[in-house]
């Protein structure tokens, strides 16, 4: 049965896309039968993705604007991961997302205004953990982090606040992600050349640990 991964944040440009799709590429690197949910159907971001590079024949993708719960529930049987794409909102879809969803990455940036944007999700998992047992495991995960920036005390008080725990994998603000919207994942390159490489490999070995 299959693992699903949701990447969820209300806020638009915390690299949901960027992770989802680097995440799918590089499960299915490994070997992994991968299926990509492409949640956004006005944006289409991982549609695109997979129609314009070498993804394809390694991973499936299918887009879902409604019932996404029931539909991935169907699906799971059929691969080893599911990765989630999620909406730029907190609507029905987001709660449907969670309710599916083994594990619930929210990317946040190193500012207030992605803390305060993240909240929203955040306590949709919370809630959900309160009836299943506390599941889906829940992290947040910082994203497109600036060489030799830091998280300020009050950032890191304020994700204390939310008592949700943070993944120790990071990833940076790096052309090679850009350049991933292409359609080939950042995993593709050595990870002694390639620092991308390295972060989407290292935090999918930490995904993998957590979701077992």
Known sequence: MGKVIAILNQK?????????????????????????????????????????????????????????????????????????????????????????????????????????????????AKE????????????FIRSGCRKGGKLSGEIESALRDVNLPMLASTTTYLDEYKLSGLGVGVSAKDPDNSKASYEIRKLFKEVLALVK
Not at 88 to 116: C, E, F, G, H
């Open 128 to 139: 959900r953990q309160t009836i299943t047992d506390g599941k889906p495991f829940t992290a």
């Open 12 to 124: 638009g440009g915390a690299h949901k896309t960027t992770l989802s799709t680097n995440l799918a590429f590089e499960a299915a690197r490994c070997g992994h039968k991968v299926l990509l949910v492409d949640s956004n159907i006005a944006q289409r971001s991982a549609s695109i993705w997979h129609e314009n590079g070498d993804s394809k024949p390694l991973i499936d993708l299918v887009a879902i604007d409604s019932g996404i719960d029931k539909a991935v529930e169907g699906l799971k049987p059929g691969y080893d991961f599911i990765f989630i794409d999620g909406k730029p909102n907190v609507d029905r879809q987001t709660a449907q997302a969670i309710k599916t969803a083994d594990m619930v990455l929210i990317p946040v940036q190193p500012s207030p205004y992605d803390i305060w944007a993240c909240e929203d999700v955040a306590e949709l």
